[in-house]
């Protein structure tokens, strides 16, 4: 049977860390990546090899963006697939954000790669894409409250998110 698991996980050491550091997001539509051993090493969009220089970075402010995968499993129906979820929070509203969140908005073929507080870069929605399914400005209430945006990005994959080598999207 090809689905028969190959090895079991050991307790490792206590050294991860939760959290993003940044985003990084391309337009899309995804034609193609090549992966080995579940990283990705290259991803080809418009019949050329992505590089740093097509990805646009979003910094977000420190343990404030995050990552969740939903595996969705049916015994009944014999279906299996991956929703991912994407939250980035941006600190600021001004003209040229705004801008920006419309476009992403409006776009539903984004390449979306982020970077966690462990210095892993992982894929959101690589097959089939990924796109804004939700959001939010807010101006805040007291001083000390928020003043800025809440964006989710969002994938439904076959497979689980793939590692991707950092050099694709940073220098």
Known sequence: MACNITQGVTLDCVDQNGG?????????????????????TAITVGGSALTPSDFF??????????????????????????DQALTMILNKRDAAIR??????????????????????????GISRNAYMTAGTNVSGVAYG?????????????EQPSFEVTGSIVEA
């Open 57 to 82: 970075e979003f910094e977000v402010p420190r343990q404030t963006s995050s990552f969740t995968e939903t595996i969705n499993v049916s015994q009944e129906n014999g279906t299996l697939f991956y």
């Open 145 to 157: 409250d928020r003043s800025g945006s809440e964006l989710t990005f969002s994938g439904m994959e």
């Open 20 to 40: 993003i550091e940044k985003i990084f997001i391309a337009n899309g539509p995804t034609e193609s990546f090549t992966e080995s051993a579940g990283t990705i």
């Open 99 to 124: 801008d920006q969140i419309l476009l992403l908005s409006q776009n539903n073929e984004l390449v979306v790669v982020f970077k966690d507080n462990n210095a892993k870069y992982w894929s959101v």
